[in-house]
């Protein structure tokens, strides 16, 4: 195998490797790949998507800029146009989103549990742990003078606390290539993932080689599972230190080691975790009972494959058409516009994942509910529960059929509106018991002010070719009392926030999501498609589809996973991120159709 620099993607000397090793830096900072073969199928840790590049793909290496990061220096964050520094990020997130709930009348609350677990699948939580679990005193005495802490600061006259004592929200900076000791802080900072890039299921089957196999039980395909009270469940994580350390003991002890351990995190990434590790172990056994000639290890790496390709269907076909406009994608190349193959592969465009895409997707926390509304299989409301005091709490799933309930409830309860305004859980506590105070959507703005995020209008010329230069301009996308609050706010129009700039802007045309989010996203996801040597739309890649089992895969629906793998879904109505009602009534099972996998039948092993 090569070693590689993880930050340049060059191949290290034994003396540059040895220098990581003194500094004891080899996890962050290199890449060891094994040589690539061009004939081999997706390796787990992503190495070898781009043959020219082998190491970009892997998880640890630097990320896509759509535009040039803003850069005052390693201990600030981006100043004002005037060199002031912007208005505080509480108070932008106060001012510009309102607090409260209403609910949509179209989305159900699956769209954010999917949302958040196919984004888990291309970036890391281990920013977040870092301030809930490892460095928690940035609101403390000690915390005041560490380099480490960007701790939000509640002004005086904020909404909630002007009545209480609290003026503080615990916050790190996040990890990037320089504070790893990786590159050089002559350049910018570079944050540090540590998924693949590629949509791959990553957090379900590891992100290194050696981590995947221990997932394994080298027996007719599977994967580890563990049969509790009648249900499946991924493998336990044998000591849980720092992962689920919410659970309520003695009985909620449930906590599962699965690709990342993080997925342990939050409810949406836990369930799907759940849904999708069961359903490999489905399609792994129905491989097994159509090919009985099969071994393990061809039924394991089949079987990955149809599960990444069966997610990337629901992802692009059935999940971002809702927010993101069915037309609008079809115009833009992200949907293929028939049902064969198709092939954009372009091997100059590299596996990335740009640091806006992950950015903007955190606007989508002002669409997630706070509750989860729990029902039984009859559609009868039972209780609710705050999702927010289900962060690293996996056990609360395992316990009294609580999974039942929230399962029906994921696609009978609605999603947060489209409105400009944050459930107050996100806003005020975030992270139950962890953090006693947080309000995500501010750290979603002081955060990224340190990975220097361009400004809201070098956005808006990017993706709609606008010059904006006054408040004015901005009418084109801001009605206008929310430009009136970002008169209050910023001085300039040029030193609006990208996220800010988000939170009030006008939708897209033909789609629900801000118009910026949305030019963010098909970025992204134009990359994502033309990028990925192994796109399981793709004739011309190892081990491709034949057209027959590629027109299988487009009939994966959320509605059929759920019926597969759901605890005790016998009925759900066919577009599952829809609201139920007439026309997409709650109907049988057997009316939802399947990915038939005869079409993998190999003749083979007939003749034996
Ligand atoms: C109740 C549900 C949720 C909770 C409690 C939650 C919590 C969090 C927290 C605490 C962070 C870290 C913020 C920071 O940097 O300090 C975060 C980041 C993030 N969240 Fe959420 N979130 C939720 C739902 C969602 C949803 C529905 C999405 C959909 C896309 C989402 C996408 C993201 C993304 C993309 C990040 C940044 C991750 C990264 O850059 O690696 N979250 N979330």
């Known amino acids: 195998s ?20 003194k500094r004891n830096t080899t996890f962050w900072c290199t890449n060891e790949i094994e040589p690539c073969n061009p004939h081999e199928g997706r390796r787990v840790d992503g190495s070898c998507n781009n043959l020219q590049h082998p190491s970009v793909g892997a998880s640890h290496t630097p990320g896509y800029h759509v535009l040039p990061v803003v850069f005052d220096g390693y201990n600030d964050s981006r100043k004002s146009c005037r060199g002031k520094e912007l208005p505080l990020s509480r108070k932008v997130r106060t001012t510009l989103l309102l607090e409260g709930r209403l609910p949509d009348q179209q989305i159900t609350h699956l769209l954010t549990y999917f949302s958040v677990f196919m984004s888990a699948d291309v970036l890391s939580f281990h920013d977040t742990i870092n301030y809930m679990i ?155 009972t159509i090919n009985p000639c099969w071994g393990d290890e061809q039924l394991f790496y089949t079987a990955r494959e149809i599960n990444i390709a069966m997610a990337m269907q629901m992802f692009l076909y059935e ?130 002010r340190f990975l220097g995020i361009a400004p809201y209008v070098d956005y808006r010329r990017y993706c709609f070719g606008e010059v904006i230069r006054t408040f004015d301009d901005l009418l084109r996308a801001i009605d206008p009392e929310r430009i009136e609050l970002l008169k209050e706010l910023y001085d300039d129009v040029t030193d609006i926030d990208l996220m800010a700039g988000m939170w009030v802007e006008r939708p897209i045309s033909r789609g629900r999501a801000p118009a910026t989010f949305y030019c963010l996203t098909v970025e992204q996801l134009v990359r994502t498609v033309a990028s990925d040597r192994h796109w399981y739309e793709r004739h011309n890649r190892p081990n491709a589809f034949t057209i027959n089992q590629l027109l299988e895969i487009r009939k994966a629906s959320m509605a059929r996973l759920l019926c597969d793998v759901g605890d005790k879904v016998t009925s759900i109505q066919p577009r599952a991120f829809l609201i139920p009602g007439p026309g997409n009534e709650i109907a049988s099972c057997e009316k939802i159709p399947s990915v038939n996998l005869n079409a993998w039948r190999d003749k083979r092993c007939r003749s034996q």
């Not at 590689?4 to 191949?11: E, L, P, R, T």
């Not at 249900?231 to 689920?244: D, K, M, T, V």
């Not at 596996?351 to 299989?377: C, N």
């Open 2 to 21: 090569t070693m590689y620099d993880a930050y340049s993607g060059n191949v290290l000397t034994p003396e540059q490797y040895k220098g990581h090793i």
């Open 134 to 288: 490892w460095n928690t005193h940035c609101c403390d005495e000690g915390g005041r003078d560490d380099p480490e802490c960007i701790s939000i600061k509640i002004p005086d006259d904020d909404p909630v606390h002007r009545f209480s004592s609290e003026r503080c929200l615990n916050l790190t900076k996040p990890f990037t290539f320089q504070s790893n000791g990786c590159a050089s802080t002559k350049y910018s900072p570079e944050r540090i993932v540590t998924s693949t890039p590629a949509f791959d299921l990553s957090h379900i089957y590891g992100n290194k080689l050696d981590n995947s196999l221990t997932k394994r039980t080298f027996k007719n395909g599977l994967l580890k599972y563990e049969i509790a009270d009648g249900r499946i469940w991924p493998p336990s994580l044998e000591h849980y230190q720092g992962i689920c350390i919410a659970n309520e003991p003695p009985h909620e002890t449930r906590c599962h080691d699965v690709g990342d351990d993080s997925n342990n995190g939050i409810l949406g990434t836990n369930l799907f975790t759940v849904w999708m590790w069961r359903h490999h172990n489905h399609i792994a056994t129905e491989l097994a």
């Open 319 to 448: 999940h971002q058409p809702i927010l993101l406009g069915e037309e609008n994608l079809m115009k833009e190349g992200v949907l293929s516009p028939s049902h064969g193959y198709r092939d954009v592969y372009n091997e100059d465009v590299l596996p990335q994942v740009s640091l806006e895409y992950g950015f903007s997707l955190r606007w989508t926390h002002t669409i997630q509910e706070g509750i989860a509304k729990m029902y039984d299989t009859n559609g009868n409301y039972i209780k609710y529960t705050r999702i927010a005091n289900l962060t690293l709490r996996t056990g609360y799933l395992a316990v009294d059929d609580n999974i039942d309930y929230i399962t029906q409830g994921a696609f009978r309860q609605p999603t947060g509106n489209v409105d400009h305004a944050v459930d107050p859980d996100i806003a005020e506590t975030g992270l139950g018991i962890t953090q006693r105070l947080s309000d995500i959507t501010a750290s979603d703005l002081q955060k990224n």
